[in-house]
Each structure stands twice: as structure tokens, then as C-alpha cells.
């Protein structure tokens, strides 16, 4: 019962905390942002969407420009209401028609040819946007980033300082794991954090938060693996994190690399001790990660009365379906397999080329280890067991959700350097400690 309770209050907390930290964000006069604004919608009409920088990367300027759009439609005069309904296009000071959120696909204002860029310009330089459209279905958490910093710098300012802060999150936490496990282990994470994008992904406001609540809670669970009492409430926190400031990108990486990285450092679990982990996570994770949705539904119902709860649960089910003109219940798996063929052929050369030399190195001491190896298969199975869920999104949406597929590029990797295993991958701290005694 106490535990319940610690897990209620800690959700609860956070909730009054999300819900503060955007209305301070709301309170900023539109005049503050308008300048940086246009810039940024001039480029983005520039770019077009969407924008290929590298080996079939695509910025995804439809989404980043539909954020930027939402942070600018913000009334500071009904900051609470503005948060809560989360309007584009939204100009008060003109007569426009309104639509509440609806299932399927986010509409686009009939004058600007349906094109977001364009109606981003409309809206901010000439406005005269006639439609405005709600997106209540998500908590739309970066705005409290992005906002504040619409005020000082337009989209490639800040796509700069984002970047260099992934960057530099991404080589912090490979040095400190450096420091606790193998160095082909090392090797697979680089590989897997490389193939899907992670160093480049600052070049797009949509899912990067994914990748840096992935990795700050990996960077967390490396300096606290041993002081962390309860992992169940660490990705319990997670997932409520994930919901409030993501767009139904490539959430489960947020689940798949801190668990990898709980596992690899605590290497003399059992394998039964392991599963319950990676059961209690997910369980976990999960329940924080809709808990959190279903607050935002029932907090628009409640002072909006917009029958939310039954619409986002409309769209949960067209998300999940098959694909419309494709009944097959794969299509999101081979279509994000298909979208990243590159990037995993780049991988398995690497994964061969690492396993030919570990093998040929120590065949004499090699043995077929799958206790320890089992964990990691399984966590490495979360991105497609994401595709079979949200098979519609996967499928329509795999020129992005495609980089879910970090979570199994790590997870295989270790499972198939564990399964043919020479020695025991003991964190190099524990292996010390050892020869001291």
C-alpha cells in the first residue's frame, strides 16, 4: 500500500509540476517570439518537408513546423486554456473557423494548400489563417522549451544548441560507460546509437526529447546503478517523462537503452532476476507512460468538456489498426525495416566483422552462454513488438520511427556477444575492487 501510494504522490507532483512549468511558458506576449518566428517560418518554406541531409535521414519540417506553429498560436491572455487545447493557427484577433480535436490525421487550413509551412507563414506574417485547430491529444511538453527560446533565437539557432547538447550528452555517456563495461560492448553501442541517427538528431526538434530522456536516464542510471532502490519507479518516471514531452516519435527507446544499460552493469543477476527486471520496467514504464496521456484527456474533458477521452481512444485504435489498403498485420515492421536497410546493412557488417575476430581471437575459450545472453534478446524484440502495436503509425510514419530500431541494434549486438561468450563482461569497477581484496 505504501508503495502505491509513493508511486500516486510522485505522479501527482510531476503533473502540477508539467502543468506550472507550461503556463509560465504561456505567459509570454506572442510579440516576444513574432520576430524569431518568421524568421523560422521562411525557412522552413525555404526547406520544404520532408528535408534529406544524410544516407536517406529526413528532417521532418511537417512536425517541427506544426510545433512551432502551436508555441506561436499560444493566447498569453488564457494561458491555462491555451496549454490545455493546444490550438495552430490560433489568432484571436480575426474571426476563424474552429475545430476540436478530431481522430485521424491533423487538418491543415484549407487556404494555405494544405501545406503547414505555408500556413505557418500565414498565420505569423500576414494573419489570415481562417482555420485554427486544436491538438489536445498531447501534453505538447516542449513548449516550455522551445517557447522561451522562439524569444531569442529562430529554428536553426536552435537546432544548434540542441544539437551540441545531444552531442556532448551522447559522448558523456559513452565515456563514462567506458569506464564500467568491455570495450566491444562499448563498440555496440556506439554502433547502435550511430545507425540510428542519435548524433545528428538535434537537426529536428521532433523526437529528439526521446533521445534525451533516453539518454540522461542512461547517464543517471550509470553514476546511481547501485544506489537505485527502486527501478520499478525510475521507469515508472520515465514513461510519464516520455509522454509529456513526446509526439508518439520512438518512445520506446526511451525504455530500451536505460534497461540495456541497467543490465549491463549489474552482470551477476541471474537470468530469472533479469526477466522480472526487464517485466517490472516495462509494466512500469508503461503505466506511467498512459497514466500521463489519459491525465491530459481527462483534464480537457473536465474544463473543456471536448469528449477527448473517447476521441484519443478512437485514434489509440486507428494508430494500432492495419494499415488502410494493406491488411497484413506486418506492414509496420517490414516498412521501418525496409526505410532502414542501410543503416542495417552498415550494422550487421560491423556486427560480423566484430563477432569473426572475437571468435577467431578466443576459439579455444569460447562457450554458448544463454542465461546470460537470453535479457538482451529479449529487450532487443521492444521496437517490433512497438511496430505490431502502433502498426498504422509505424507504417505511415516509418520515415521517422524507423530509429526505434536503436533499442534492438544494441540489444542483438550484446545478446550475440554474450551468447558466445569468453569470459564474464564483470564492470571494469567490480573487477578492481576485486583485485584489491
Request: aromatic share 14%; glycine share 4%.
Amino acid at each position: 500500500m505504501k508503495s502505491i501510494l509513493k508511486y500516486i504522490i510522485v505522479f501527482v507532483i510531476l503533473i502540477i509540476v508539467f502543468l506550472v512549468a507550461l503556463v509560465v511558458s504561456a505567459l509570454f506576449p506572442r510579440d516576444w517570439i513574432e520576430n524569431k518566428t518568421l524568421e523560422s517560418a521562411k525557412t522552413l518554406n525555404n526547406e520544404g518537408s520532408p528535408k534529406n541531409i544524410v544516407i536517406g535521414m529526413n528532417l521532418d519540417n511537417y512536425t517541427d513546423t506544426i510545433m512551432i506553429n502551436t508555441a506561436y498560436s499560444i493566447n498569453p491572455e488564457k494561458p491555462f486554456e491555451s496549454i490545455l487545447l493546444d490550438r495552430k493557427n490560433n489568432l484571436p484577433e480575426i474571426e476563424q473557423t474552429y475545430y476540436t480535436d478530431v481522430n485521424g490525421e491533423l487538418k491543415t487550413s484549407k487556404n494555405t494548400f494544405n501545406n503547414v509551412a505555408v500556413e505557418l507563414f500565414e498565420t505569423v506574417a500576414n494573419k489570415d489563417t481562417l482555420e485554427t485547430f486544436e491538438y489536445a491529444r498531447y501534453w505538447h511538453g516542449y513548449l516550455i522549451w522551445l517557447r522561451p527560446m522562439l524569444i531569442f533565437f529562430n529554428i536553426n539557432d536552435i537546432k544548434l544548441i540542441i544539437e551540441t547538447i545531444l552531442v556532448f550528452l551522447g559522448i558523456y555517456f559513452i565515456v563514462i560507460l567506458s569506464k564500467k563495461i568491455s570495450s566491444k560492448i562499448l563498440f555496440i553501442v556506439l554502433i547502435g546509437m550511430i545507425c540510428a541517427d542519435f548524433f545528428l538528431m538535434g537537426l529536428t526538434f521532433q523526437g529528439v526529447t526521446v533521445y534525451i530522456i533516453s539518454i540522461v536516464a542512461s547517464i543517471l542510471i550509470c553514476k546511481r546503478c547501485e544506489k537505485i532502490k527502486d527501478i520499478g519507479l525510475y521507469f515508472f518516471i520515465i514513461g510519464i517523462f516520455t509522454s509529456f514531452f513526446d509526439l508518439l516519435s520512438t518512445p520506446i527507446i526511451t525504455l530500451g537503452l536505460p534497461i540495456i544499460t541497467y543490465l549491463l552493469l549489474r552482470p551477476k543477476q541471474g537470468l530469472k532476476d533479469n526477466i522480472k527486471i526487464i517485466i517490472k520496467s516495462v509494466i512500469l514504464w508503461g503505466i506511467g507512460y498512459i497514466l500521463t496521456y489519459f491525465s491530459k484527456w481527462v483534464l480537457v474533458d473536465l474544463f473543456y468538456n471536448r469528449g477527448l477521452i473517447l476521441k484519443a481512444l478512437q485514434q489509440f485504435f486507428y494508430r494500432s489498426q492495419a494499415a488502410e489498403g494493406h491488411v497484413t498485420w506486418y506492414n509496420g515492421i517490414c516498412n521501418n525495416l525496409i526505410r532502414a536497410e542501410i543503416r542495417i546493412g552498415i550494422y550487421t557488417t560491423f556486427i560480423i566483422v566484430l563477432l569473426l575476430v572475437l571468435l577467431v581471437k578466443n576459439y579455444k575459450k569460447i562457450y554458448i552462454d544463454i542465461k546470460k545472453s537470453l535479457p538482451y534478446l529479449i529487450v532487443s524484440l521492444m521496437p517490433f513488438a512497438w511496430y505490431l502495436l502502433m502498426n498504422n503509425h509505424s507504417t505511415y510514419h516509418s520515415f521517422f520511427t524507423y530509429r526505434a530500431l536503436m533499442v534492438f541494434y544494441i540489444g542483438f549486438g550484446v545478446f550475440l556477444v554474450n551468447l558466445f561468450n569468453t569470459e564474464k563482461n564483470t564492470p571494469k569497477e567490480t573487477i578492481k575492487k576485486g583485485e584489491e581484496e
